[in-house]
């Protein structure tokens, strides 16, 4: 597709499960990005690929949160035993790796998490 | 930690020009400034980004202030459409991770 995808669009759990969310960046994107939005608030940076380099993992909230890239393209955020604090707008964003504009970033839709 | 300060909201009316200043005064010589807008229940948008001349594109013009310490968004018709809350960001370096503040929500007017 032309550009980020995420999945699923709306997800609604009960509290203690697990959820996973998934973010196709835009093909040739080196760079992602995972922010979240609650109700009224601001982006909370969550985490950050950039290429082959570890992961900027420093936004995440919790152990709860994990997140990973799979051949340098797909992204699947996972949320353990959710709480309902967790319930947010999860954002996937994607940007090129290298040159003048790197900072341009793309973002998908959002899932909606709701957690009962 | 916040390397931006904005004002927490904006007015304008609707054919003016919106100036939506930013203050970065801690800035380094390799940083770079970004602005983006987030309309309601949208994903971030890009807008323009700029290290020293002042830039202009199809949406916005960036002038930075000769010492960096600050710059100033400008739309030049603002439109209703423009309703949104507008990001400057500052970012270390190519390869850095992009960190989003408050923003500042600007109102356009009719």
């Known amino acids: 597709g032309a550009g980020v995808s995420q999945s699923p669009s709306n997800k609604v759990t009960e509290k203690g499960k697990d959820v996973e969310l998934r973010c196709d960046p835009i093909s040739g994107h080196t760079a992602l990005y995972w922010y979240r939005q609650s109700l009224g608030q601001g982006l909370e940076f969550l985490i950050y690929f950039q290429g082959n380099s570890a992961p900027d993992k420093s936004g995440l909230p919790s152990d709860r949160f994990s997140a990973e890239r799979t051949g340098g393209s797909v992204s699947t955020l996972t949320i353990q035993r959710t709480q309902q604090e967790d319930s947010a707008v999860y954002l996937c964003?994607?940007?090129?790796?290298?040159?003048?504009?790197?900072?341009?970033?793309?973002f998908g839709e959002g899932s909606r998490l709701t957690v009962l | 930690d916040a390397k931006t300060t904005q004002p927490p909201s904006m007015d304008c009316a609707e054919g003016r020009a919106a100036n939506l200043p930013c203050n970065h005064s801690?800035?380094?010589?390799?940083?770079?400034v970004y602005w983006y807008r987030q309309i309601h229940s949208q994903g971030p948008q890009y807008i323009i980004h700029g290290l020293k001349n002042n830039e202009t594109n199809e949406m916005a013009s960036l002038i930075i202030t000769e010492d960096r310490k600050s710059s100033t968004l400008i739309l030049p018709h603002a439109t209703l459409r423009d309703t949104a809350v507008y990001y400057c960001i500052v970012r270390v370096a190519r390869d850095d991770k992009i960190i989003f503040g408050k923003g500042t929500r600007l109102h356009i007017l009719p």
């Open positions: 801690t800035i380094s010589g390799n940083e770079y």
């Open positions: 964003a994607s940007s090129l790796g290298k040159g003048w504009n790197t900072g341009e970033l793309f």
